[in-house]
């Protein structure tokens, strides 16, 4: 019956696009979970496992106005290293952090999703397309 053949086809059609699709949506909280650990292996060190920072040494990057809903200011410091004096809920810091440019763009993304909606009630996000720009 071509009819019926025709709209089996279409229905297993559909089936395949839906698969190809799935895969490559992110969710936020997969993001997240995925910049935890980039975190923990890359600043954790010096920003410190809660984010709070080294007072004087390294500035906090859990309720940091600077960054908050900035997340394009995240990405440059990984990217471009951070240097120079900044203020950072009234104390100073005038260090040094190295550029971590080795990250791939979707690391990045991830560590920056994770930074802002853990850490300074923020759900802007940068896709690893936007890094990739940023480069
Ligand atoms: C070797 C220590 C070190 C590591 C590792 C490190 N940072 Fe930093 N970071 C610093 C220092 C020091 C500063 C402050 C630099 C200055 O005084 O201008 C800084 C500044 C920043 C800032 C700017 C904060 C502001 O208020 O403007 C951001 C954002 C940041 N780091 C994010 C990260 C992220 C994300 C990672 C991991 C991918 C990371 N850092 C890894 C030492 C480090």
């Given at each position: 019956m071509p009819l019926l053949r025709r709209v089996f086809n279409q229905c297993n059609r559909s089936v395949v696009l839906l698969a190809m699709v799935l895969p490559a949506a992110h969710?936020?909280?997969?993001?997240?979970?995925?910049?935890?650990?980039?975190y923990q292996k890359n600043c954790q060190a010096?920003?410190?496992?809660?984010?709070?920072?080294?007072?004087g040494a390294f500035p906090p990057l859990a309720d940091n106005p600077n960054i908050k809903d900035?997340?394009?200011?995240?990405a440059n410091s990984i990217l471009k290293g951070q240097s120079g004096h900044i203020t950072v809920n009234g104390d100073s810091y005038n260090g040094m952090m190295p550029?971590?440019?080795?990250?791939?763009?979707?690391?990045?993304?991830?560590?920056?999703a994770f930074i802002l909606a853990e850490?300074?009630?923020?759900?802007?996000?940068?896709?690893?397309a936007d890094i990739k720009a940023l480069r």
């Open positions: 969710s936020l909280a997969d993001d997240v979970t995925a910049g935890k650990a980039v010096c920003h410190q496992p809660t984010g709070a920072g080294i007072k900035n997340p394009e200011h995240i550029p971590l440019a080795h990250l791939s763009d979707e690391n990045i993304a991830d560590v920056v850490w300074n009630e923020s759900k802007t996000t940068l896709s690893a």
